[in-house]
């Protein structure tokens, strides 16, 4: 009697989730990417026709059609990301790697989509932004029993409406999204939509952030706010593909965030519109143009603009330092503290010690200095006319007048028209007119002090005012 009690309630649960039982039959075969190269879009095969995206450095999940309804089968594993050349990092993610495919869909689509935990512990998977029924929202302990380790559940829902999503775990967060478990989603709208337009790029990325010390592989899952690798779809420039276009196509970025901070995207030489967000298109009303959008913590912001200027435009977070890779960040600031004569006495101490940051940190960009195992360099990344000195959350824009429509591959470095390069001044100079009073960072007539305790912050060697006229 129990015993078939039970039973009857467990039908009755499957019934109401609405999974038919001859669908989970048979799983979907699972996709896997081993490739960190950006895959060519995935031209729908079949189901509601739509113009799919790029995910840089990223691909899209295939589906089957089953009965009318989307299958897809994501495997949550570990994976190795190449999130530089040679720089390898031992992640989670899905079907092979960090962050998992892309998934596509258009509005009104029936879902369904099976989640096979390959990690050590138990996971679920959130289905950011959607509107769906509360047993499918993915929150372990709330909504869903955890899906144990070896398990594989089932979601089903439909996609209610257009936008730009995300998926990620609501189990262990701190640990499984340190690890790098996240994906996009993308719902495209069913024909015309009034909010909606019709765009020849699309362009997809996710900001993620990881702490992983010099010289090892695994981030540490610890840390709360102090991460040192930022990257765009776990890529650091110029690991990561450049966004293309041809002059005057209407571009959408889709740029999502789960780190822990916020992030103020920022494009070069165009204005944008924000055109979405996880909640949706943004209503006309409400769009205004600017040149930096900020994308906090667990949002999505769509931006669009026509490519209208030809050129290579730096695309980047707006914060300095997360356009860097990995660096020891408690060092003095050393800017305008004259070395002469002190190198050689602290390497008598210090046999490796190097004198850095004296004029800034730019010399570290053309800098090759010995580094610790699997680590990739701070500033890097070369262009045209030198060392770029980024190294993270930062990749190019680059229009091009004469490329094909679906056209995605780097099409090298900008040829600028003659006369349309910032050039060397040749005229009279300026130390003629106005010669330099003081040294950079040095207040005329401040007083020198030297304090005691703060034998890491060389200063005996500071400047007078006016003395110090480069090396
Ligand atoms: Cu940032």
Redo the contacts with the bound molecule.
């Keep these: 009697m129990q015993r078939r009690h039970f039973f009857a309630g467990a039908a009755t649960a499957v019934a109401a989730a609405s999974v038919n039982r001859a669908a989970l039959a048979a799983l979907p075969e699972p996709v896997s990417q081993a490739s960190a190269d950006t895959a060519a879009p995935l031209a729908p095969p079949n189901g509601r026709p739509y113009r799919p995206v790029i995910t840089l450095n990223g691909w899209t999940l295939p589906w089957r059609m089953h009965n009318g309804v989307k299958e897809f089968h994501l495997v949550a594993e570990p994976v190795v990301r190449e999130v530089a050349p040679g720089f390898f990092v031992n992640m989670w993610g899905y079907n092979g790697q960090s962050p998992g495919p892309t998934i596509e869909v258009v509005h009104g689509d029936r879902v369904r989509l099976f989640v096979t935990n390959r990690l050590p512990e138990h996971t679920t998977v959130h289905w950011h932004g959607q509107r769906l029924p509360n047993g499918m929202d993915g929150v372990g302990g709330l909504t869903q029993p955890h899906i144990a380790p070896g398990k594989t559940f089932v979601y089903e829902f439909e996609a209610r409406r257009p936008g730009t999503f995300m998926y990620h775990p609501h189990a262990d967060e701190m640990v499984q999204m340190a690890m790098g478990m996240m994906g996009l989603w993308i719902t495209h709208p069913r024909g015309a939509h009034p909010l909606i337009a019709e765009v020849q790029r699309d362009y997809a990325l996710l900001l993620a952030a990881y702490d992983v010390e010099p010289g090892s592989k695994t981030p540490r899952v610890a840390e709360m706010t102090d991460f040192n690798i ?1 990257t765009f779809n776990s890529r650091v420039f110029p690991a990561i593909s450049p966004l293309v276009a041809r002059q005057n196509d209407r571009v959408r970025i889709r740029v999502g965030n789960l780190t822990m901070t916020n ?1 103020p995207i920022h494009l070069h030489g165009h204005e944008f519109e924000v055109t979405g967000t996880d909640g949706g298109p943004t209503p006309r009303a409400a769009r205004w143009p600017e040149v930096t959008t900020d994308v906090a913590v667990g949002q999505m912001r769509q931006v669009e603009f026509i490519a209208d200027e030809p050129g290579d435009w730096a695309f980047h ?1 707006h ?1 300095s330092h ?1 356009t860097m890779g990995a660096m020891g960040h408690d060092l003095p600031t050393l800017i305008g503290v004259d070395h002469r004569g002190l190198v050689e006495k602290i390497q008598q101490i210090v046999p490796d010690y190097m004198r850095m940051g004296e004029r800034g940190m730019a010399d570290m960009g053309g800098m090759e200095m010995p580094l610790p195992d699997n680590t990739f360099p701070m500033m890097t990344g070369a262009g045209p006319f030198g060392p770029l000195e980024m190294g993270g ?1 930062f990749t190019t824009l680059k229009v091009r007048r004469d490329l094909g429509a679906n056209d995605h591959r780097d099409p090298g470095w900008y040829r600028h028209p003659a006369g349309t390069v910032a050039r060397e001044w040749t005229g009279a100079p300026l130390d003629a007119q106005a010669p330099r009073q003081t040294a950079p960072g040095t207040a005329p007539g401040a007083a020198q002090v030297h304090k005691p305790g703060h034998a890491g912050h060389a200063a005996p060697g500071a400047p007078s005012p006016g003395a110090h006229d480069g090396h």
């Design positions: 930022w992030h977070c914060k997360h959350m």
